[in-house]
């Protein structure tokens, strides 16, 4: 079956940097929204940033200019990675990695658009 493993997560001071990578096997990604979603402590799952087939990119607005969202280019597998800068507190959650299907062409950052999920990896940042 499909299986989506993010590591990268962990703790860092305010101002500091992370990069998150996602492995997923399973599945054909080439035709895939892939993006990174987080949830904040006793709030629901968010968009954080979203990557299509041919390197379109989409970010929240808290994501847009620190966080940078990548993938790799294997065919068999899936690679896609955050990078995070200029952390803050609120930053602080668990996030997703997450494999899902266009609409019309374009990848949105909501959950209901994303049928494949990691198991996430904490995210905590000090002030």
């Known amino acids: 079956g499909v299986e989506l493993v993010e590591s990268g997560g962990g703790s860092v001071q305010a101002g500091g940097s992370l990069r998150l990578s996602c492995v997923g096997t399973?599945?054909?990604?080439?035709?895939?929204?892939l993006a990174w979603f987080r949830q904040l402590p006793g709030k629901e799952r968010e968009g954080v940033a979203a990557?299509?087939?041919?390197?379109?990119?989409?970010?929240s607005d808290s994501a847009r200019g620190r966080f940078t969202i990548s993938k790799g280019n294997a065919k068999s597998t899936l690679n896609v990675y955050l990078q995070m800068s200029s952390l803050v507190p609120g930053d602080t959650a668990i996030y997703y990695c997450?494999?899902?299907?266009?609409?019309?062409?374009?990848?949105?950052?909501?959950?209901?658009?994303?049928?494949?999920w990691g198991q996430g990896t904490q995210v905590t940042v000090s002030s």
């Open positions: 997450a494999a899902g299907k266009p609409l019309f062409g374009e990848c949105y950052l909501h959950r209901t658009r994303y049928n494949h």
């Open positions: 399973g599945v054909t990604f080439s035709r895939r929204c």
């Open positions: 990557i299509d087939h041919d390197g379109g990119t989409s970010y």
